[in-house]
């Protein structure tokens, strides 16, 4: 059974039930940003661990995402 959930941002965690009942989060506009819970709360906290150091990663590598880029809006200084 899938479900999204905060539709309204830009990195959506999705969620399943394994058979064995353990949660799986997975953020699909993040590469490989998944992490297993016992609970769908364990499973989200994880996820979003793991999405936040995949995303300073792709900064420090010189990429902004736009979501990142619209939340440190910057400008230059007039002299």
Known sequence: ???RT???TSFAVEFDR???GRWIAEVAK???VLAYGK???EALRRV???ALRTLADTVENGKIPS???RL???GVASR
């Open 18 to 20: 394994e058979e064995d």
């Open 48 to 50: 979003t661990s793991v």
């Open 30 to 32: 993040l590469p490989g």
């Open 1 to 3: 059974m899938k479900a």
């Open 67 to 69: 979501p990142i880029s």
């Open 72 to 74: 440190f809006a910057h």
């Open 39 to 41: 609970t769908k709360q």
């Open 6 to 8: 905060n539709k309204s």
